[in-house]
């Protein structure tokens, strides 16, 4: 009993002394992914958003982030506090709401992963509130790996190699998974593009923790023509958003999926470097719930439609194909302006 008083004691105590003002704005910087684009959102000079950042260091008594290229890149453990600061400020945000009675029970709730959440969904969000002004929306995490709670989620879009088949919920395909090299222009014209693959080895290769970090790498070497295929190494980043920023910020070659990427394919900010494609049966889906309220419904309807029309859009405005080589590697057409494959092209690259 003893032992167990002194544990609580402790936990108030650290709840007590923990830097909060520091760890809200750790985690502004690790989502938004700089301290300057954190310093715009909070309202702060770059130089205070830098001190709360060593405030904290100072206070775990270790660096969060790795300091030692142009752009400072978050640690592995860095990119867990991250994550369950994130988790835990949207949590205490839904509570909040709850508790001044300001959430909106006809709000369509979207759950999305945050790579499809940063990179698609957010910068087109705006089209779906100018064609449905009358819809509500309130968009939360889903996390890769983890449940989502469909008593309180109205969609979801996740990434998986098996959509959940259950009573009530209906799975459709969103965007395949398919992944291809790529890097910041800088760092492309430092490459010996002739000599491939083993020009990008050359260069580091950066890794996805969620995306069986040595196997799409070294399923990539191989289709390349590399054998045996030496040991993959290199950084790990815990998710799409973080692995996509160090490849924008020059560390090093990343395998990035094509349907997060598309724009900055179209914008030139990164470089696809070989048309040699890997998909490890892992790919986008729309999840929606059933429900027996019309209003609810009704929304849900107009988002999808919504999701689909988009994706056709971008279709049109920049399709390229994959195909089979003589080799049965999957190519897609270089280089860049690509952001969606059709479903029915998606099984040549599983």
């Known amino acids: 009993m003893h032992t167990l008083v002194l544990l609580k004691s402790l936990v108030v105590s650290a709840m007590v002394h923990l830097p909060l003002r520091a760890l809200k704005v750790f985690e502004a910087v690790a989502r938004r992914g700089s301290f300057k684009d954190a310093a715009e959102e909070l309202s702060v000079s770059q130089s205070a958003v830098s001190h709360q950042i060593k405030h904290l260091e100072e206070w775990l008594d270790r660096p969060l982030f790795d300091r030692t290229g142009h752009h400072p890149l978050l640690l592995a453990h860095g990119e867990m506090l991250a994550r369950a600061l994130q988790r835990s400020l949207q949590e205490i945000g839904s509570a909040c709401e709850l508790a001044r009675g ?16 940063i990179c698609w969904l957010i910068p087109r969000l705006s089209d779906f509130r100018a064609r449905h002004p009358d819809i509500a929306t309130r968009m939360v995490y889903a996390l890769h790996g983890q449940d989502i709670d469909f008593k309180q989620v109205d969609l979801a879009f996740v990434y998986t190699n098996s959509p959940p088949a259950l009573p009530g919920l209906q799975a459709r395909f969103f965007q395949p998974g398919t992944s291809v090299p790529v890097c910041s222009p800088a760092l492309r014209d430092t490459l010996d593009l002739s000599a491939m693959p083993e020009a990008i080895l050359k260069a580091g290769l950066l890794h996805d923790a969620n995306a069986n970090v040595d196997g799409g790498w070294i399923d990539w070497l191989g289709q390349a023509g590399l054998d045996p295929v030496p040991p993959v190494t290199g950084p790990v ?22 349907a997060m990427i598309g724009t900055d394919l179209v914008a030139k900010r990164l470089i696809q470097l070989s048309n040699i494609a890997v998909n490890r049966n892992f790919n986008y889906y729309l999840i929606t719930r059933a429900t027996n309220n019309p209003e609810t419904a009704t929304a849900m309807e107009h988002f999808v439609a919504w999701v689909f029309d988009m994706l056709d859009a971008d279709a049109a405005l920049a399709y390229t194909p994959t195909k089979t080589s003589p080799s049965g590697r999957t190519m897609i057409d270089a280089p860049t302006e690509i952001t969606h494959l059709e479903k029915s092209e998606t099984s040549k690259a599983l």
Do not use: T
């Open 102 to 117: 300001n959430a909106s029970p006809g709000a369509l709730v979207i759950a999305s992963i945050p790579s499809v959440a």
């Open 237 to 258: 980043f815990e998710d799409v958003n973080l692995l996509r920023a160090a490849a924008l910020a020059g560390q090093g070659v990343a395998l990035c999926p094509l």
